[in-house]
């Protein structure tokens, strides 16, 4: 099977109340962790490529690597552009073989939003085989490679704006900012409380309300949400004990994130808990074989937790497993 476009797994993901899970990836073994963990689960995958992975790994590589993991499984897979920052570079990456990319034009004006959306969409529409195209309204706060929005500069969607911005564009599904946010500190300690055992923060709860009015709007139309890992404590801890120093990293609660793709969201972006879970296997490693110097030894490990993880994710979070 060749690589595929979002439309019928999103189509399928909204009607049986699950979301695909959009992981990021910048390496090899991070591609592998990622497949042979939906391999495993019979789940279809989204891996998808920010600036700053196509800066680290040049497109080429992830291009063939993404293909031969399609090889390998025989899954249906999306490689998707994260983040697409303007035309020419969703353009790039459509000629290039990607099946999906999203244009993020969400921190500029709605008219200029619509306006960028919508030649790409036109662009990828054309194509053959056509490319899904995913676009943004409202922001969300924190870091995610080039993306940087400071915490309380972040908007949330307005619902108001979701289907003149769908119908006038053309695009195929929408990010939407609830409450989610980017990079492994999503939350400022203070808009949290602390759980008074363990000292973890809770975060805020994700604003459901502005999900359901957008579903109303939009009927069947697929949802996608951002910055939505959880920063799960145990990897967090296994890094603090082996010599890491990640203070209050805080996610978006898994629990939360089943509730959403059981609603109208389709597409779960995924990244920072791939990254946890890969320092969490090598800090370990290195702590527990000092003389260990072959990659092969310490990156292996990670790539097994970070695929150990993606398996939880599938199946106790977004819902996707045995859904080929
Ligand atoms: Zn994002």
Redesign the pocket.
């Known amino acids: 099977m060749p690589l595929v476009n979002s439309k019928e797994l999103f189509e399928k993901a909204y009607k049986e109340g699950y979301a695909i899970g959009a992981f990021n990836c910048n390496n090899m073994e991070i591609v592998q962790a990622i497949t042979e963990a939906a391999k495993e689960c019979n789940s279809p995958v989204i891996l998808q490529v920010s600036a700053g992975a196509r800066k680290y790994a040049k497109p080429v590589y992830l291009k063939k690597m993404v293909e031969a993991a399609v090889e390998d499984t025989g899954l249906p897979i999306v490689l998707h552009l994260?983040?697409g920052a303007d035309f020419e570079i969703c353009k790039d990456c459509i000629d290039g073989g990607f099946t999906s990319v999203m244009i993020d034009c969400s921190s500029k004006p709605f008219e200029e939003n619509i306006a960028i959306t919508k030649k790409v969409v036109e662009y990828a529409h054309a194509h053959k085989p056509y490319v899904t195209v995913e676009a943004e309204l409202g922001t969300?706060a924190g870091i995610?490679d080039d993306?940087k929005v400071e915490h309380g500069a972040e908007s949330y969607t307005n619902p108001d704006q979701v289907e003149e911005f769908v119908k006038r564009t053309g695009v195929d599904s929408l990010?939407i900012a609830i409450g989610t946010s980017?990079g492994a500190y999503k939350f400022r300690p203070e808009q949290c409380t602390r759980d008074p055992k363990t000292g973890v923060l809770l975060p805020p709860p994700l604003r459901f309300d502005i999900l359901e009015e957008v579903s109303k709007r939009l009927p069947g139309f697929p949802i996608v949400l951002?910055?939505s890992s959880s920063v799960n404590q145990e990897y967090v801890k296994i890094i603090n004990e082996h010599g890491g120093a990640l203070k209050d990293a805080v996610g978006v609660p898994e629990d939360q994130l089943r509730q959403a793709a059981r609603m109208a969201v389709c597409k779960i972006?995924i990244d920072s808990d791939l990254r946890l879970a890969m320092t969490a296997g090598i800090r370990e490693h290195f702590e527990a074989h000092p003389d260990h110097f072959d990659p092969r030894q310490y990156i292996g490990d990670g790539r097994a937790y970070v695929k150990q993880l993606v398996k939880h994710k599938i199946t106790d979070v977004l819902g996707s497993n045995d859904k080929i």
Do not use: P
């Open positions: 994260d983040h969300l995610e993306v990010a980017h951002h910055g972006n």
